[in-house]
């Protein structure tokens, strides 16, 4: 079975900081690892995805996130804030086996302050 | 743009009355999710279509069903609203492997969602 914890239910930053976002995952078998994000009474839109191909994964909006396979995470960092960054942020894993479904952390709400 | 869309962005219900949130796409795509989200949680898999399959994930009340008339259409049908049914509800497609089952890492596209309320 797969599972997420993401570590923090807010994260409060100043526009130009670091934004870190953490993601632990456990999972049986090799994992496909995702980060969605969601602005108000909007729905979740794709900011990057692991599939193997690649440790460091380089998504929209100057985000970025590293598959960390020894400590089993898969953290979202962008090197400057912004403050259209404010929102709900979602880290999601499946199994790399069809058939199984999309498991969602609790998600992020991350704020932006100038 | 081939995009995800749901009607209405809004609904408000009684206690109890049918009603019927609709979604559509113009991806193409086989797959289509319905999920529901409380407030400050994250979406929770209600059931999805593999094309006209239905699948239904086991902890899905059987208050809630689901209609599939087209490619390109998804109904989420809610026989008896109660007031624990109020939530934000989002549909989402992806692409497929041609097996029949959930893919494999594919990206699920989602449309902006329907925020249900329950009087």
């Known amino acids: 079975a797969q599972s997420v914890t993401q570590l923090g239910s807010h994260v409060s930053v100043s526009e130009g900081a670091l934004v870190l976002l953490r993601c632990n995952y456990s999972s049986s078998v090799p994992p496909y690892l995702f980060w969605y994000v969601q602005y108000p009474n909007q729905g979740l839109q794709l900011l990057l995805k692991y599939t193997s191909a690649a440790t460091l994964v380089k998504g929209i909006n100057g985000f970025e996130a590293e598959f960390k396979k020894s400590e089993t995470s898969f953290h979202l960092t962008k090197p400057s804030a912004h403050m259209s960054d404010a929102a709900e942020y979602f880290c999601a894993v499946s199994a790399n086996q069809a058939g199984t479904a999309l498991i969602f952390g609790k998600g992020t709400t991350l704020s932006v302050s100038s | 743009d081939a995009m995800v869309i749901q009607n209405p962005r809004y609904q408000v219900t009684q206690f109890g009355k049918p009603v019927t949130l609709s979604c559509s796409q113009t991806?193409?795509?086989?797959?289509m999710y319905w999920y529901q989200q409380k407030s400050s949680q994250a979406p929770k898999l209600l059931f999805h279509y593999y094309d006209k399959d239905f699948n239904n994930e086991a902890d899905t009340p059987d208050n809630f069903q689901s209609r599939r008339p087209n490619t390109s259409f998804c109904f989420l049908d809610i026989r008896s609203p109660g007031l624990g049914d109020a939530a934000m509800y989002l549909c989402?497609?992806?692409?497929?492997?041609?097996?029949?089952?959930?893919?494999?890492?594919?990206?699920?596209?989602f449309g902006p969602g329907t925020r249900l309320t329950v009087t």
């Open positions: 991806l193409n795509h086989n797959v």
């Open positions: 989402a497609t992806s692409g497929s492997q041609g097996q029949g089952v959930i893919p494999v890492g594919y990206e699920q596209y």
